[in-house]
């Protein structure tokens, strides 16, 4: 069962509804998922279902639903959480992200995989996956000149993106490259690298690539992968990988244990 997100008036209306509040609590406790999309956790938590729970919700909501409800821990970064039997997803189309994971659970990868394809969409992202990716944001803040630039790092992962290299793109000395990418992305062009590397790298790791390949294809080494993989997100690759497998199985979904992304 899953609950829709509106705007704050819809909202309010469905949350006063005497028929939802007696149907909802009552369809949720037989249900074997409970869920939200976007701003329908409001909905669970004004009805007193995710007391004690982590969930997602809209970025822009996450600072309210905290406020309403303390009792709640509120994951402002994640694109979906599951914490037991309820999984909440950030914003609309993180929805699908979410629907395909339980599809995975119930049918396996190959079949949630099929489904994507069919949908024509560009990726399916783990619900660990931040909202808010280097990426988007530099594209959002930057220039033209540097959109393209971002675009380009993007799909030259495995290629060598260094300063010379990619002032040299830009069309711009070394320096003045540096000192205005800096200002624009609000990180070093080096560190910008490597978080689109990573991000990449956690992406490929949910999937069945050798680590190897993982390294080669985001342009580096196994150990440089498995250190700064490690540094960013507190666990090596290869942990990472057997943890999130272990959460999206069919036996723990249904096991009413309490799981997180």
């Not at 069962?1 to 007696?22: F, Q, Y």
């Not at 009805?47 to 406020?67: M, P, S």
């Not at 003045?176 to 070093?188: I, M, P």
Request: net charge positive; charged share 20%.
């Amino acid at each position: 069962m899953l609950i829709a997100g509106a705007e704050e008036t819809a909202l309010r209306a469905v949350i006063a509804n005497t028929a939802v509040r007696r149907w909802v609590p009552r369809r949720a406790a037989n249900a074997r998922r409970v869920g939200s999309v976007c701003s329908g956790t409001f909905v669970l938590a004004a009805l007193g279902l995710i007391n004690g729970r982590r969930v997602a919700t809209h970025w822009e909501a996450c600072n309210k639903l905290t406020a309403l409800y303390p009792g709640i821990t509120v994951d402002p970064e994640a694109l979906y959480v599951i914490d037991g039997k309820i999984w909440t997803s950030a914003g609309v189309t993180t929805g699908i992200d979410m629907a395909l994971a339980m599809v995975e659970a119930d049918c396996g990868a190959e079949v949630a995989n099929a489904i994507a394809r069919r949908l024509v969409l560009y990726a399916r992202r783990p619900g660990y996956q931040s909202q808010f990716s280097p990426l988007l944001n530099a594209r959002i803040r930057a220039d033209s000149p540097f959109a393209d630039l971002i675009d380009w790092m993007q799909n030259n992962l495995d290629q060598q993106l260094d300063v010379p290299t990619l002032a040299a793109r830009a069309g711009l000395g070394e320096r003045n490259f540096y000192r205005r990418f800096l200002a624009v992305t609000g990180s070093s062009p080096a560190y910008f690298v490597e978080a689109l590397r990573l991000e990449a790298a956690r992406t490929l790791v949910d999937g069945d690539l050798p680590l190897k390949g993982i390294a080669a294809k985001v342009g580096l080494t196994p150990i440089r992968l498995n250190n700064a993989f490690e540094r960013r997100f507190g666990v090596a690759p290869r942990l990472f990988r057997a943890m999130h497998r272990t959460a999206r199985t069919p036996s723990a979904s249904r096991s009413g244990g309490r799981s997180s992304p």
